[in-house]
């Protein structure tokens, strides 16, 4: 049979855009679930990339905060001395 047969058929004609149709919308819900699915991923990346920051990011101000103290009592001890 040929495509001109079959899309001469009404009946045939509308089932076969029936599935069309039909593996088209099962095609595109995978795709969203997909792109669902790199998403969260991406997601967790960044959060865990975060929490890995602000961590470093604390540390870095700890350290600061120490080394001003010693700059500090150095400049004192300077100016007792002078």
């Known amino acids: 049979m040929s495509k001109a047969t ?5 009946d045939l ?3 076969i855009n ?3 149709n039909q593996q ?3 095609f595109i819900d995978s795709r969203i679930k ?5 998403q969260n991923a991406i997601i967790d990346s960044l959060k865990r990339r975060i929490e890995k920051l602000e961590t470093r990011n604390k540390e870095l101000e700890k350290e600061n ?17 002078i």
């Not at 997909?34 to 790199?38: G, I, Q, S, Y």
């Open 6 to 10: 079959l899309y001469n058929h009404p």
């Open 13 to 15: 004609k509308e089932r």
């Open 18 to 20: 029936f599935l069309r």
């Open 24 to 26: 088209e919308e099962k």
């Open 34 to 38: 997909r792109d669902e699915n790199n």
């Open 65 to 81: 905060k120490l080394l001003r103290e010693k700059e500090n009592e150095k400049l004192t001890d300077y100016f007792k001395d």
